[in-house]
């Protein structure tokens, strides 16, 4: 497996938004890359919270990987774990054998950060992978077929609680997209819950709901949120739990405040996400949240031939103080980049520089609302919707699936089916 190709040997690990945006780069040049992911499939996650709330099926958000190289034949792709990189080697390891390389982009991505609770690492539901949005559609209509037959009241209101946490984008959509699961279909279908013991909440450890947006966005979101019966709290610190209580208390309160209690069996977790764990012991530079830091060639500082691209990456351009946000657009650029440089370098031309510049930020709160800022425009309610679903239609990967998505987003605007509603786990 270590053997050496005549061609460059390009190896990019993570075949995600930044590492098959860097793959289609180099594709049909004369260079062999080789892509490894544990999954067969590119995630398109800005449509994971449709999957977990039985709107679009799961092969509907994502792109086999092989189905991208289709004519490029220097692109070759390996099923297998990651599971750490010896870059003074120049080898990457996997459950498969180690891989040597030449040039090496770095495309891991992220995942959930439970900040050290192991409570919450064990009981609640993160949205990050598709399995994960299985597993939460699976337990969401679970708990309602538990609910509509459960005689004890604390026992049925807790299987009826919801909690986000987390009210950045995937919390404000994830809840937002539960609200009209459960007002709009499954009020007609179970006829034995009272609807009015069904509780969604929404916490969240910053000052506010979708702190990218203005001011007047956010109280509009909390305002439709509200509209959809989901109770939206912020600058909570939630602290455990345990699969039965959620314990959590505002960061003013005083050290030794008694804990706010939420009964509840569901806890979708989106606040936050870190580095995965195989990046562990690479020795490179990296931020404090153990992100490598990149300059604006995408290099890993220090390293001539190892490059890092999108979440699991760090850059601060010179005129900020935070790095690039994780988000796909920024993934998108800087997977470009590490290929472009990739081929400037084998053919001595001078290095590209990543100058990304914000197109704008948006998040969707259910059917005809969702808010939008790009600089001084601003856009909510119908508008902002119906850009949010083009754009993300237009950016997904998928002729095929992207008909049918088109076609269950019409009949869902319409008449509110939602007929992915397999219990598969
Ligand atoms: C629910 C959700 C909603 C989002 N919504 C938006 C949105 O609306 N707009 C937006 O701009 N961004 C959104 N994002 C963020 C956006 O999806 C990410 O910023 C983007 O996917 C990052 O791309 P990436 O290539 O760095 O990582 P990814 O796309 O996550 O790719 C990483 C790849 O690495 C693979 N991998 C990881 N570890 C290993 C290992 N050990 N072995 C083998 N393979 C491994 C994974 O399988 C994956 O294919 C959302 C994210 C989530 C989770």
Known sequence: MTEKAAKPRIVILGGGIAGIRAARKLANEAVDVLIIDHNNYQVFQPLLYQVATSMLSADEVI???????????NVNFLLAEIEGIDAAAQTVRTDQGDIGYDHLIIALGSTPNFFGSKSIEENSLPLKTLVDSIEIRSHVLKVFEEASRETDAAKRK?????????????GVEGSGGLSEL?????????HTIDFSEVEIHLIGADPGVLMMMPEKLRDETVRVLEKKKVAVQCSMMVTDYDGETLRYKPFSAPKDAPLQEIKTRTVVWAAGVRPVDCLDGLDVQKDRG????????????????VYAAGDCSSFTPPEDERPLPTLAPVA?????VAAANILHKLKGEPLEHLDYKSKG????????EAVMSAGPLVGRGFLAWSAWLWIHLLTKAGFHANVSVTFKWFFNYLFGTRLGRMITR
């Open 63 to 73: 792109y086999p990987i092989r189905s991208f190289f289709r004519s490029a034949s």
């Open 158 to 170: 807790a299987l009826l609680t919801f909690v986000f946490v987390g009210a950045g984008p995937i």
């Open 182 to 190: 459960i007002y709009d279909v499954f009020q007609k279908e179970y």
């Open 290 to 305: 153990r992100r490598i830091i990149v300059d604006d060639t995408m290099h890993a500082i220090g390293f001539e031939n």
């Open 332 to 336: 998108l650029a800087e997977g470009d």
């Open 361 to 368: 930020v948006m998040a969707i709160i259910g059917n005809s």
